[in-house]
T-cell receptor, first 115, second 110 residues
């Protein structure tokens, strides 16, 4: 199956700093990429959808100025959490779609802890 | 009301047991249905799609009841390696957007 990587796998940062998470599709071109957030014992919640070269579409309640998404190429999308706070601590997972079927291929996730 | 609802469990069963999970969804226009498996601190992985006629993959059987907006997953002959959280997932239309349930945790004991 298609492979998606994320970097870093785990990050700890101080409150007020910004953190960038990278999502790469390794063996396919991801025309669409998705960013999810999962709090402990809760479901994955879609944060935003991005198409290569376009602005991301954010889900209701997700602050676009706080969660900056860039999808500049067909193999790379980045999520930057700006001015992170402890309540942003979560498991962030990206996925990519290749534009063929509607299947999404998930990355391994990034665990963010804000102290 | 949540769009996709699941019993959080945990279901604690012995090896070899048969266990069933249920899920309900609120949007009657939902098009596609899936079961994903998520191990602790890992990404979700597609276990199987769910079709109206019901479908089976080895020890796993999935069923869909559109009239009742109900999805089920049956696991026979449980293995220790089946211990995980099982996510019920719905896609509402011809798009990529997936709606995840919060998952049902399964613990299979020796």
């Amino acid at each position: 199956g298609a492979v998606v990587s994320q970097h870093p796998s785990r990050v700890i940062c101080k409150s007020g700093t910004s953190v960038k998470i990278e999502c790469r599709s390794l063996d396919f071109q991801a025309t669409t990429m998705f960013w999810y957030r999962q709090f402990p014992k809760q479901s994955l919640m879609l944060m935003a959808t991005s198409n290569e070269g376009s602005k991301a579409t954010y889900e209701q309640g997700v602050e676009k100025d706080k969660f900056l998404i860039n999808h500049a190429s067909l193999t790379l999308s980045t999520l930057t959490v700006t001015s992170a706070h402890p309540e942003d601590s979560s498991f962030y997972i990206c996925s990519g779609g290749d534009g063929g079927t509607y299947e999404q291929y998930f990355g391994p996730g990034t665990r963010l802890t804000v102290t | 009301r949540k769009e996709v609802e699941q019993d959080p469990g945990p279901f604690n069963v012995p090896e070899g047991a048969t266990v069933a999970f249920n899920c309900t969804y609120s949007n009657s226009a939902s098009q596609s249905f899936f079961w994903y498996r998520q191990d602790c601190r890992k990404e979700p992985k597609l276990l199987m799609s769910v079709y109206s006629s019901g479908n089976e993959d080895g020890r796993f059987t999935a069923q869909l009841n559109r009239a009742s907006q109900y999805i089920s997953l049956l696991i026979r002959d449980s293995k220790l390696s089946d211990s995980a959280t099982y996510l019920c997932v719905v896609r509402e239309d011809s798009s990529y957007k997936l709606i995840f349930g919060s998952g049902t945790r399964l613990l299979v004991r020796p």
